[in-house]
């Protein structure tokens, strides 16, 4: 009889060390979708054509010509959650699933002299944390130039 009991005991214990494997891929699961995930939030929700002109700014000395072609501007429709309110094209600096790490980089932004502003994307749930807003696009484009230096992955939004 003790033999039967010692016997089970071993069992169990080997079960037990053989059923602690490491759930390695699992996590590795989970950084792939977040990952995927991350790729669908940077591509527009829609693929829509903003016709930009070129733009031609005049100075006193010279006279030079800037094109907005590097203006990649993505469309979404938002609901205003803190701000004054958004024109046309907005610069956002970031996107976040939770409001409370939004609200943190608005103050951030607010204490560097921004007049930021939280937007509400209720298709894919995410804060917006727009830096400024514009009813012109080169003046977003110029505002997102300045905020890279800072915040490299500013965005221009076109608010639908």
Request: aromatic content about 8%; glycine content about 4%; overall charge positive.
């Amino acid at each position: 009889m003790k033999k039967y009991v010692a016997i089970a005991l071993c069992l169990c214990t080997a079960i037990a060390f053989t059923s602690c494997k490491s759930h390695e891929s699992a996590y590795k699961k989970a950084y792939e979708k977040a990952k995927q995930q991350q790729a669908i939030e940077q591509q527009p929700t829609q693929p829509t054509t903003v016709a930009v002109q070129p733009t031609t700014t005049t100075t006193t000395t010279t006279k030079t010509t800037t094109t907005q072609e590097d203006a990649n501007v993505r469309s979404e429709s938002l609901q205003l959650i803190d701000g004054a309110g958004l024109k046309k094209y907005s610069v956002v600096c970031g996107s976040f699933s939770l409001k409370a790490n939004a609200q943190g980089l608005q103050s951030k932004l607010k204490n560097a002299g921004y007049d930021a502003q939280i937007a509400l994307n209720p298709q894919r749930k995410f804060y917006r944390v727009i830096a400024t807003t514009f009813d012109d696009l080169s003046a977003a484009v110029s505002s997102r130039n300045k905020l890279r230096s800072q915040y490299s992955d500013a965005w221009l939004l076109y608010n639908k």
